[in-house]
């Protein structure tokens, strides 16, 4: 199945790795292999990664990004899965990890940082509740 994508002007994307800036007008996609690719909004830098969850999201994100890395990064993704879920006990988070971990198994990266946002939005609501 081909994957389509619709830049907006002046919109990033990184391909395999390298980033494409959109030029001033709407471009229209279609991937006829596959790809990794990653919109502007999906990327995070280093420092963003600040919580627990967002470490998490950090390495799936890399290996996304980055094929030849990946086993130094599947290193630790898998030390930051497992300590958010050393210390969760929500059913419901506990079950997103598993998917990510799934997913990153199966090389699913762009479906696991879908899973790793909303292991962010549950963490987010934790924190809202306490605070």
Request: a neutral charge; hydrophobic letters at 45%.
């Amino acid at each position: 199945m081909a994957l389509k994508l619709s830049l907006r002007p002046g919109e990033r994307v990184a391909i395999n790795g390298a980033v494409i800036v959109n030029g001033d007008r709407r471009a229209n996609f279609v991937f006829e292999t596959r790809a990794n690719v990653l919109r502007e909004r999906d990327i995070m830098q280093p420092d963003e990664a600040n919580s627990p969850a967002r470490r998490v999201y950090l390495p799936v994100m890399l290996m996304a990004l980055e094929g030849r890395k990946r086993s130094d990064l599947l290193a630790e993704f898998e030390t930051r899965i497992t300590e958010f879920a050393g210390v969760v006990t929500d059913r419901g988070a506990l079950e997103l990890c598993l998917k990510i971990a799934a997913r990153v198994a199966n090389d699913d990266f762009y479906k696991a940082l879908a899973c790793c946002r909303e292991l962010i939005e549950f963490e987010q609501m934790r924190l809202d509740h306490v605070a």
